[in-house]
């Protein structure tokens, strides 16, 4: 990685906008394969806690613990193609401290550490949309959860696989998933459970065999509340459980959501995001009414946001209207560092511990935790 002051395009023309590296996170294999140019936009776009504002409610930058925000002043990593990607208002971003959803940025205190853990809160990571982000999102917000201490346990609750793909487990090769949890009386979750590699994180695999659940529920009693049954000897051991949910309205999600106290909607920013989320959002009320009082959206999450074009800015702006307060502050940015983590079996918290991707997850995880202490 070129050092300061190696690039002289790149140093101009990105001026103070820039990253600090995430020191706490750093490992020396990532630091290698980093490709700055991949996220560059990203830190653009959350830029947004710059000094000097009026804002009294936000920490003031001196105050901030290092190694965890975004900061316009940091070393960065000088990368020519940077000043390529600046957003056209990533200057005004920074001055006003607005952040990429065009509101003022708060700041999310890093959480400090837990002397107990549980009971659980359940988050549904939902959108019937396919590729959206939802698998990405669960298993980085839940690597992210799991960084501050957070007990979490993922729940690959998609007959696909992804989430557990994602974990570097092959699904065909499961003898036992959350198939069995759900359909078989008396089986223990301890047999199916996986320890993942990142520490406080499990997994409760799922594969193909998941599809017939969807088929065989439909004649059980109590059919949609047979995850919250199966879940519920798990809550004493976990602060947050996160359900993968597959692509799709069914009687899946609807278990997913009967057993959720929360859900996340990520939104992919792109053509006709919006689409589709009236009758996502009628599920949840339904669902809300008449199975899990308790059932409340937590947040819309922006996701594959590319600051550099207006398609997606003005995406974001459409999203933010409709949903106001409940679009997370956070915004997750497009980068092949999501697609390679994949491949790689493992979050990009690890994979890219100080990659822009990574710090985004870690906002959104400080993002969520405010939330719930809020309230
Ligand atoms: N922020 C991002 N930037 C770039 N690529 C991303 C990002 N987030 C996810 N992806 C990629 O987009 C694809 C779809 O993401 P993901 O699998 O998380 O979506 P999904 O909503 O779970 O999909 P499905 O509905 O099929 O379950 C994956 O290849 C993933 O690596
Ligand atoms: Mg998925």
Same mark, same amino acid.
């Given at each position: 990685m070129p050092a300061r002051g190696q690039s002289p395009t790149g140093l101009e023309a990105v001026g103070s906008v820039a990253v600090r590296t995430f020191a706490a996170h750093q490992s020396p294999r990532m630091t290698q394969t980093a490709h700055p140019s991949m996220d560059g936009h990203h830190v653009n776009a959350m830029a947004g806690n710059g000094s000097g504002g009026n804002h009294t409610h936000f920490a003031d930058y001196d105050e901030l613990p290092e190694g965890h925000f975004y900061d316009p002043d940091a070393e960065y990593e000088p990368d020519p193609e940077y000043a390529a990607t600046l957003a056209p208002d990533a200057a005004r971003q920074r001055r006003e401290r607005v952040g990429p959803t065009g509101r003022p940025l708060p700041y999310f205190p890093i959480p400090g550490p837990l002397t107990s853990h549980g009971p659980a809160t359940i988050i549904a990571m939902c959108n019937q949309k396919g590729g959206v982000g939802k698998t990405t999102s669960t298993i980085n917000l839940g690597a992210a959860l799991a960084e501050y201490g957070r007990r979490v346990l993922l729940v690959d609750f998609d007959p696909q696989g992804a989430l557990s793909v994602g974990l570097g487990v092959n699904p065909m090769e499961l003898d036992l998933t959350v198939y069995n949890l759900l359909m078989?009386?008396?089986?223990?979750a301890d047999e199916v459970l996986l320890k993942t590699a990142v520490p406080n994180m499990d997994l409760l695999p799922s594969n193909i065999d998941l599809s017939a659940a969807e088929v065989q529920l439909v004649s059980e009693v109590a059919r949609e509340s047979t995850l919250q049954r199966a879940l519920k000897p798990l809550m004493a051991d976990y602060d947050y459980i996160v359900i993968d949910c597959q692509p799709s309205l069914g009687l899946l999600t609807v278990n997913a959501l009967t057993a959720a106290h929360k859900v996340i909607v990520p939104l992919e920013c792109e053509f006709f995001a919006l689409r589709g989320v009236a009758l996502l959002t009628e599920t949840i009320e339904k669902v809300q009414e008449? #199975?899990?009082? %308790?059932? %409340? #959206?937590?947040g819309i999450l922006a996701t594959m946001y590319d600051s550099r074009t207006v398609h997606s800015r003005e995406v974001l702006a459409r999203v933010v209207e409709a949903f106001d307060d409940h679009v997370y502050h956070t915004v997750i940015g497009r980068t092949v560092r999501f697609p390679e983590t994949t491949v790689a079996g493992e979050p990009i918290t690890t994979y890219a511990s100080n990659s822009v991707g990574a710090a985004a997850y870690r906002q959104l995880a400080r993002e969520v935790l405010a939330r719930c202490h809020a309230e």
């Open positions: 078989e009386r008396g089986m223990a008449r #199975l899990n009082p %308790e059932l %409340e #959206l937590d």
